[in-house]
């Protein structure tokens, strides 16, 4: 299993910025991806973006794409998220997601972070 612990959130105007980290431990050696998932008030969970931890380029909603930067380190196994020109829409909890190199397709989740964009 991949136990996923994020930092970071937290209320921001909108066009401010704000980055996200989740930090990941256990059978992290069998890592396949690592991402994020937001879930906006009343919404469905929703994908935001993903890195394979095998190297390739990063995958994006079209919704985030060229706002927010996803980057991870695999010597801390750690993803960050880098999220600039904030909109009120992207209010949701973020949840830190990963896959294992197991076939499974299961997701292991983080516990999740609030982000308010509001004036």
């Known amino acids: 299993q991949v136990q996923l612990v994020e930092s970071g959130g937290g209320l921001v105007q909108p066009g401010g910025s704000l980055r996200l980290s989740c930090v990941a431990s256990g059978r992290t050696f069998n890592l396949h991806t690592m991402g994020w998932f937001r879930q906006g008030p009343g919404k469905e969970r929703e994908f935001v973006a993903r890195?394979?931890?095998?190297?390739?380029?990063?995958a994006y909603a079209d919704s985030v794409k060229g706002r927010f930067t996803i980057s991870r380190d695999n010597a801390e196994t750690t993803v960050d998220l880098q999220m600039n020109s904030l909109k009120p829409e992207d209010t949701a909890d973020y949840y830190c997601?990963?896959?294992?190199?197991?076939?499974?397709?299961?997701?292991?989740w983080g516990q999740g972070t609030q982000i308010t964009v509001s004036s």
């Open positions: 997601a990963a896959t294992l190199r197991d076939g499974s397709g299961m997701y292991y």
């Open positions: 890195v394979w931890w095998s190297g390739g380029e990063p």
